[in-house]
């Protein structure tokens, strides 16, 4: 039986982000194909994550700049080792490479940390995004991360050419797979609450996750009073896990502005709601959310980044705007129009049938996977530059970590 291991920032939520879903769908792709699946986190545990027995997952707990590890991967001798984010595959990359050589190195970045950084940044300061704000320290360590590996799962469209045409990254090293869903059929459809039947805007999120607070505070201040003002009867929900305090305080029961904080079922919210209103000032990848809604056949409002890698050549099932004003007039306009409500709804339809549908890219993955594995040899011989960043990270990190340990060892004595 082939081994996965795979070497997680957190252990998953998948009720919490679309991080935690993602990594459910990629664990789940290779349950499929009857691999042997661990996963080994250095994270603190969560009571909302999941339950991997029940999968027949084993897990393990680790520990960084640890030989430990070494003794573990070692004795383990997967033959594909996935890091979940970039700062997994700093930590324990090397260590792979010098104990599984032979392992194929894939890094699932979730999104381009440093693309939304980037966008954080610019916006911060009222502009829009720069050359210079792209060639970050997180953008060095990043990309020499998915140099230094032998595949590079992204999970936009937008971030695959950005990596190829910007930073010049070679396309055979990238692997374009999305946030994967279920088809929905006729009768899916048919079952789902209708226009009339549902009540109140929506948004969820995250709050662990920064464009969602920002969004969050932005819909407050900005775009909900401009709504209220025109459908004074109209309602707000907050819904998202780990909102803390500084989220709850923005409560305004009188204002319609209410926050209901962790959803359990985040489809089952959004099937009662007649629109989701999320205007993403920033953020990179794909956003798990709008994917949920569509499912929901729930329409939704949101910013050409947060529309970002979604749906392609189909038409957005809600509407994208950019100002304060022409996200409150449209969201309006979709809540109060049955025949455009419908209408786009639809377009949400067509574009999970067409662009996120799990046989569309689980064989092809595999495929990609099994050519690497091979002639593995030839495949990194033709990334030069990935070796030389591998040679000097075990070079310098290699040597940090092992300091590390051995201050810590003395520490404890």
Known sequence: ???????????????????????????????????????????????????????????????????????????????????????????????????????????????????????????????????????SDE???????????????????????????????????????????????EEKINKLPTYEQRKDFVFIGNFLHLPNWDSVLYLKEKIWPLIRKELPKARLLIYGAYACQKVEQLQNKRRGFIVKGRAEDAQEVLKTAKVLLAPLRFGAGIKGKFIDAMLAGTPSITTTIGAEGICGKYPWPGEIANE???????????????????????????????????NRFADYFFEELNKIQNDLQKHRNQNFLGAMLMHHTLQSTKYMSKWIEAKNKLEQQ
């Open 139 to 185: 953008a060095k360590r990043e990309i020499a991360s998915i140099l230094r590996c032998d595949l590079s799962l992204i999970i936009s469209e937008a971030e695959v050419d950005l990596l190829a045409r910007k930073f010049k990254v070679n396309p055979s090293i990238l692997h374009y797979i999305p946030l994967l869903a279920p088809s929905i059929s």
């Open 324 to 358: 304060d004003k022409s996200i409150a007039e449209e969201a309006i306009k979709i809540y109060e129009k049955p025949k455009r409500w419908q209408k786009v709804q639809q377009n949400g339809f067509n574009i999970i049938n067409e662009r996120f549908q799990e």
């Open 1 to 135: 039986m082939k081994r996965l291991l795979i070497i997680g920032y957190v252990w998953p939520e998948p009720t919490s982000s679309a991080a935690g879903s993602r990594m459910m769908q990629l664990i789940k792709l290779f349950l499929a194909k009857e691999w042997e699946v661990s996963y080994a986190s250095p994270a603190k545990e969560s009571k909302y994550a999941i339950n991997f027995e029940e999968l027949g997952i084993t897990q393990k707990k680790i520990k960084t700049n640890s030989s430990d590890f070494d003794t573990y991967v070692r004795e383990l001798a997967p033959q594909v080792v996935m890091f979940d984010r970039f700062m997994m595959e700093e930590q324990f990359g090397w260590r792979v490479a010098e104990n599984c050589p032979d392992a194929v190195r894939i890094l699932d970045t979730e999104d381009l940390h440093f693309f939304r950084k980037a966008r954080y940044e610019a916006l911060k300061k009222g502009r829009t995004l720069m050359r210079e704000d792209l060639h």
